[in-house]
């Protein structure tokens, strides 16, 4: 399992995705609706423990409109990265794998003491090879002009998304 080489070693590493591919994938995404649903076709059909765990309990408490947008990001981030590796060569990641990164993410957030949840993030970003999709992810969250994601589901959003990147990570065979 790659995970307990994961937990032991941070080493395994994907392609670097870049802010450029992020903002390339983001507007491929937005200017043609049948992308979408290729890609969560694809999505779901490649990596169906990453599709599931996006539509677990983890996400019952948000609004209809702040799962949308995590749907939107995370095929955001598929579709940059599967511009950069043959995804059909990735390993399948489990539920398993997404559990414990998820319980690592929020066991590193629950140790900040700070307040505004920028500066909360800060610690995500030490010694973390993909910082360009994490700040896009945090961009997402911050940056969302309607102000219609709620305080409460901005930290559980980043949270899922950076286990999932985490997870896709470690898996891509560079």
């Given at each position: 399992m790659w995970w307990k080489y994961f937990i032991h070693?941070?080493?395994l590493s994907m392609v670097f995705i870049t802010e450029q591919q992020l903002d390339d994938a983001a507007s491929a995404i937005q200017?043609?609706?049948?992308?979408?649903?290729s890609l969560v076709t694809?999505?779901?059909e490649i990596?169906?423990?990453v599709f599931a765990f996006l539509f677990t309990e983890n996400t019952e408490l948000f609004t209809e409109y702040e799962k949308e947008y995590l749907l939107f990001i995370l095929l955001t981030l598929w579709q940059a990265i599967r511009t950069q590796i043959d995804v059909e060569d990735m390993d399948e990641i489990d539920s398993d794998e997404l559990s414990?990164?998820?319980e690592k993410n929020w066991e590193l957030l629950e140790s900040i003491t700070a307040k505004r949840f920028r500066d909360r993030l800060d610690v995500f970003f030490k010694d973390n090879k993909q910082t360009d999709l994490l700040a896009f992810v945090e961009d997402m969250l911050l940056d969302e002009e309607d102000e219609l994601l709620t305080k409460e589901g901005r930290e559980p959003m980043f949270v899922i998304l950076k286990?999932?990147?985490d997870c896709?990570?470690?898996c891509i065979k560079p």
């Open positions: 070693s941070n080493t200017d043609d609706e049948t992308i979408n649903e694809e999505l779901s990596q169906p423990a414990l990164a998820e286990s999932i990147i896709f990570d470690a």
